[in-house]
């Protein structure tokens, strides 16, 4: 079988490396794409293989139409709002990600991001400590408990909320649960954003949310940039000048954003959450083995389209 690992995006040359020995070892032929510019250049790689590893990438009814081989796609990261499943089952392609392997990372990149607007991002002034402060998190996966447990460590209040967990397994997990979305967001000094782009989460965080939030709050945002209704979001930087946006996912406005309020707003020049090399490792083998089980022995434990 021949798998294809497309990304825009690269992984750490030693991930690919050890995704090549995984995908070798097992019998496969092994093939990249990296750093494509256009979805002719993934149509064109895709067309002789079965297997696809990507990141981000969209994986397009296109994409999949031009896949005339393809039987498995694996979304090596968390988020699969890049692939379009139905198009998938369509075609018997089983769909999959990789959940967990690399939440540590962007866990991580969120807690640097508060501490970062904490300290006036390293501009000369007086800035504060994030110990002590109240953090909200809204969806309490494997990227919102971990950031609750680091968070706690650094000794702030954590609270949460998660539509498909009950009160009592949020306590488990360490955080104070809370009734609604309005309490979170108008009861925490920080708020970190951990939910899906789905069709019922698209634009789902808007003026009346933000505008909630206590005096000098700060909404952090490493899931995704459509889940943020960003006229709602400017207004409410707008109408309250003690609130600061810090984002992996940069909005569609940000050029518009960063001339109204500087050093309020802060976005990466480009995602930035899973790229460490452990998460690449984590993410990258997972996909691999994933792969090399199914083609085995049917292994299809993390499919998504079922
Ligand atoms: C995910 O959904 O796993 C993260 O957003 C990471 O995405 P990336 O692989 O494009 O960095």
Same mark, same amino acid.
């Given at each position: 079988?021949? =798998?294809?690992?497309?990304? /825009?995006?690269?992984?750490?040359?030693?991930?690919?490396?050890?995704?090549?020995?995984?995908?070798?070892?097992?019998? +496969?032929?092994?093939?990249?794409?990296?750093?494509?510019?256009?979805?002719?250049?993934?149509?064109?790689?895709?067309?002789?293989?079965?297997?696809?590893?990507?990141?981000?990438?969209?994986?397009?009814? !296109?994409? =999949? %139409?031009?896949?005339?081989?393809?039987?498995?796609?694996?979304?090596?990261?968390? *988020?699969?709002?890049?692939?379009?499943?139905?198009?998938?089952?369509?075609?018997?392609?089983?769909?999959?990600?990789?959940?967990? /392997?690399?939440?540590?990372?962007?866990? %991580?990149?969120?807690?640097?991001?508060?501490?970062?607007?904490?300290?006036?991002?390293?501009?000369?002034?007086?800035?504060?400590?994030?110990? @002590?402060?109240?953090?909200?998190?809204?969806? #309490?996966?494997?990227?919102?408990?971990?950031?609750?447990?680091?968070?706690?460590?650094? *000794?702030?209040?954590?609270?949460? =909320?998660?539509?498909?967990?009950?009160?009592?397994?949020?306590?488990? *997990?360490?955080?104070?649960?809370?009734?609604?979305?309005?309490?979170?967001?108008? *009861?925490?000094?920080?708020?970190?954003? +951990?939910?899906?782009?789905?069709?019922?989460?698209?634009?789902?965080?808007?003026?009346?949310?933000?505008?909630?939030?206590?005096?000098?709050?700060?909404?952090?945002?490493?899931?995704?940039?459509?889940?943020?209704?960003?006229? @709602?979001?400017?207004?409410?930087?707008?109408?309250?000048?003690?609130?600061?946006?810090?984002?992996?996912?940069?909005?569609?406005?940000?050029?518009?954003?960063? %001339? !109204?309020?500087?050093?309020?707003?802060?976005?990466?020049?480009? !995602?930035?959450?899973?790229?460490?090399?452990?998460?690449?490792?984590?993410?990258?083998?997972?996909?691999?083995? /994933?792969?090399?089980? #199914?083609?085995?022995?049917?292994?299809?434990?993390?499919?998504?389209?079922?």
């Amino acid at each position: 079988m021949k =798998i294809l690992l497309a990304s /825009q995006k690269p992984f750490a040359a030693s991930a690919v490396k050890e995704i090549r020995k995984i995908a070798e070892d097992a019998g +496969h032929e092994f093939a990249t794409l990296e750093k494509y510019a256009s979805e002719a250049e993934l149509i064109e790689a895709v067309k002789d293989a079965d297997a696809l590893i990507v990141r981000s990438d969209k994986v397009t009814a !296109k994409v =999949i %139409e031009a896949a005339d081989r393809l039987r498995i796609v694996v979304r090596a990261g968390a *988020g699969y709002d890049n692939l379009d499943l139905e198009a998938c089952s369509a075609r018997g392609v089983v769909a999959m990600n990789t959940p967990g /392997q690399n939440a540590n990372a962007v866990a %991580e990149l969120a807690i640097c991001m508060m501490i970062y607007m904490a300290r006036k991002q390293f501009t000369p002034g007086t800035g504060s400590e994030i110990q @002590g402060k109240t953090l909200g998190i809204q969806a #309490f996966g494997n990227v919102g408990r971990l950031v609750g447990a680091k968070a706690a460590a650094l *000794g702030m209040r954590v609270k949460a =909320i998660d539509p498909f967990l009950s009160p009592a397994q949020i306590s488990a *997990g360490g955080a104070e649960p809370v009734a609604d979305l309005k309490q979170l967001y108008s *009861g925490c000094d920080y708020l970190s954003i +951990h939910i899906p782009a789905t069709p019922q989460t698209i634009g789902s965080i808007g003026y009346e949310l933000i505008s909630s939030m206590p005096e000098g709050a700060v909404l952090v945002n490493t899931a995704r940039k459509e889940v943020i209704d960003e006229a @709602g979001l400017e207004r409410a930087l707008e109408e309250r000048p003690d609130l600061c946006y810090v984002t992996d996912v940069a909005p569609d406005n940000i050029a518009r954003l960063k %001339e !109204k309020f500087g050093s309020r707003v802060f976005a990466t020049p480009k !995602k930035m959450g899973a790229q460490t090399l452990e998460a690449n490792l984590n993410a990258g083998l997972a996909a691999a083995r /994933q792969i090399c089980a #199914f083609f085995k022995d049917g292994d299809t434990r993390f499919q998504l389209n079922r």
